[in-house]
T-cell receptor, first 114, second 110 residues
Framework: NAGVTQTPKFRVLKTGQSMTLLCAQD?????MYWYRQDPGMGLRLIHYSVGEGTTAKGEVPDGYNVSRLKKQNFLLGLESAAPSQTSVYFCASSDQIAGLETQYFGPGTRLLVL | RKEVEQDPGPFNVPEGATVAFNCTYS??????FFWYRQDCRKEPKLLMSVYSSGNEDGRFTAQLNRASQYISLLIRDSKLSDSATYLCVVNVKAGTALIFGKGTTLSVSS
């Protein structure tokens, strides 16, 4: 059981380049999330998905797009990277059980946009 | 007012000390409460859920005061390995996104 995995672990982009971050989970979780974490800002939700084929905007969605074509995968896309998108990106997944909802996080992707 | 507020610290304590972290949340409809732990350059991991009656897990005790919208975490007999950032987390509704505080940093020294 790998849990939540993220690829790549680290990436350097030039302004204007595009890339896709991949998140995969093998726990059959319905819910998946993309966060970014910046110093002094805490974790902020970018987009999330409550099931295959559905996505929704979080707190800071601008500049990002997501897709959930398969239940186990949640992709985060940057169409035209900007230096303000330099951050650590965490993916998480959780079960559908109402009430206590533990989120399991991937190891993170460190992105530097020059 | 921020949805989840924590004292950022850092809290610097010697081994064996007892330390308490506090957290307040703004949405009175919040249903679930958690403490997550995040080590440097690592992902957050669930430390413990917080129940209305309070709960204990070894050296860790969590308390919830719904009337004051206040959550606490008490760590007794601190260990060097407790050094980390502790995130207060609130969920308004099951199936919706968690709301994270910015975290409180703890440094335990020998």
């Amino acid at each position: 059981n790998a849990g939540v995995t993220q690829t790549p672990k680290f990436r350097v982009l030039k302004t204007g380049q595009s890339m896709t971050l991949l998140c995969a989970q093998d726990m059959n979780h319905e819910y998946m999330y993309w966060y970014r974490q910046d110093p002094g800002m805490g974790l902020r939700l970018i987009h999330y998905s409550v099931g295959e084929g559905t996505t929704a905007k979080g707190e800071v969605p601008d500049g990002y797009n997501v897709s959930r074509l398969k239940k186990q995968n949640f992709l985060l896309g940057l169409e035209s990277a900007a230096p303000s998108q330099t951050s650590v990106y965490f993916c998480a997944s959780s079960d559908q059980i109402a009430g206590l909802e533990t989120q399991y996080f991937g190891p993170g992707t460190r992105l530097l946009v020059l | 007012r921020k949805e989840v507020e924590q004292d950022p610290g850092p809290f610097n304590v010697p081994e064996g000390a007892t330390v308490a972290f506090n957290c307040t949340y703004s949405n009175s409809a919040s249903q679930s409460f958690f403490w997550y732990r995040q080590d440097c350059r690592k992902e957050p991991k669930l430390l413990m859920s917080v129940y209305s009656s309070g709960n204990e897990d070894g050296r860790f005790t969590a308390q919830l005061n719904r009337a004051s919208q206040y959550i606490s975490l008490l760590i007794r007999d601190s260990k060097l390995s407790d050094s980390a950032t502790y995130l207060c987390v609130v969920n308004v509704k099951a199936g919706t996104a968690l709301i994270f505080g910015k975290g409180t940093t703890l440094s335990v020294s020998s």
